[in-house]
């Protein structure tokens, strides 16, 4: 089935006002974040306006219908990632995920699992998000865990030709991420989640860019942790979620320690509460959460399917358009096989922040920097580029408005 991007657009308050005077909003940043449609916006609010009290505290009314809407939000992301309810723990974003991962790792005892020491190795990749990248390089400072990482063609695709001399035998994390954030590319797992578990070390999966984009099913994909984000979802900001296999995250310590994660406590000791509680310290972001529920079933009915094939009609239609621009070059696979929808360009010798200020003026919003990739940017020699991210709510008339924007950009320019 076909998406319809302009009934789907009605849903989008966003999209019915105007921006730089009467141009309409082109949204080409979902890489960055998502617009949200009403039904996330109404499910947020009407938690406040309906049942607005601390989850898993207190025995009245509202704080018995806030845990359920709480709980039941829980259910929802299970679903959708094929995964176990108590699986689920819920962030404040995906960072805050992946930082909870490699913290807790680090406070891992001596003969734990999870301890890592000057005899292990964090293996990454060169395409990291900061977010995938930093937690793992200072893990690596303070632990004394080797650091490696498979390279980057200049195709935009891993160099995966030699799997186990990167993934060697004192492994115990792998991280990566599912798709770039800047090429585009959609990491094949097989062999790296493969190679990992013959070595003993666990897959920690980079989901930002991918569940909000296509089908995900856990088990299938054979990762043991993911992470992705509401706000790039169709959902709230201040919402995140980690998934883990059960066995690992009861293994795994806490990262934050305070109310609701402890089954009890002394003056001088304490007991942790069963995951995935023991990784919610605190009065959660229990709006937040129900809105990303809402956000996730919101996508459901629309269907992950319909939305991935949507945008990479959309993405080969966009690439083929910018490379009949003379001067315009594109970072990442010019094919659309295992690729997203996705595409960082620059134009001739005009900085990406030039051409991404005349689209605005055009009413079209892009991503103009490095992206949080500053080792993927140094490795293809460049310092920004122009990013274009593509989501259910766009069609073609955005498509050929970029394509437009970008041959007045260098008309403009370089007639100055």
Partial sequence: MSLNAAIIRKDFPIFERLIRGENRLVYLDSGATSQKPNAVIDAEA??????????????????????????????????????????????????????????????????????LGADDRIVVTEMEHHANLLPWQQLSKRTGAKLSWF??????????????????????????THQSNVLGTINPLDAIVARAHQVGAVVILDACQSVPHMSIDV?????????????????????????????????????????SMVSSASMTDATWAPVPRKFEAGVPNMAQAVGLGAALEYLENIGLENIHAHEIALTGRLIEGLLEI?????????????????????????????VGQYLDSLGIAVRTGHHCAWPLNKKFGINATVRASIYLYNDEADIDALIEGVRGAKKYFGDR
Avoid: C
């Fill in 46 to 115: 009407d938690f406040y306006r309906q049942s607005n009290a601390a989850v898993h505290r207190g025995a009245h009314q509202l704080a018995e219908e806030a845990t359920e809407a709480y709980e039941g939000a829980r259910l929802i992301v299970a679903n959708f990632l094929g995964a176990r309810e108590d699986e689920i723990i819920f962030t404040k974003s995906a960072t805050e995920s992946l930082n909870l991962l490699a913290y807790a790792m680090g406070n891992s005892l001596k003969g734990d699992r999870f301890h």
């Fill in 151 to 176: 390279n980057v063609g200049p195709d935009g695709r891993l160099d995966l030709s030699d799997v186990d001399s990167i993934i060697q035998e004192d492994t115990k994390v792998v991280a990566l």
């Fill in 219 to 259: 088990e299938a994909l054979g990762v043991d942790f993911l992470a992705f984000s509401g706000h790039k979802s169709v959902g709230p900001t201040g919402v995140g979620v980690l998934w883990g296999r059960s066995e690992l995250l009861n293994e795994l310590p806490p990262f934050l320690f305070g109310g």
């Fill in 326 to 354: 003379e001067g315009v070059k594109i970072f990442g696979p010019t094919d659309l096989k295992m690729r997203g929808g996705v595409v960082a360009f620059t134009v001739s010798d005009i900085h990406p922040h030039d």
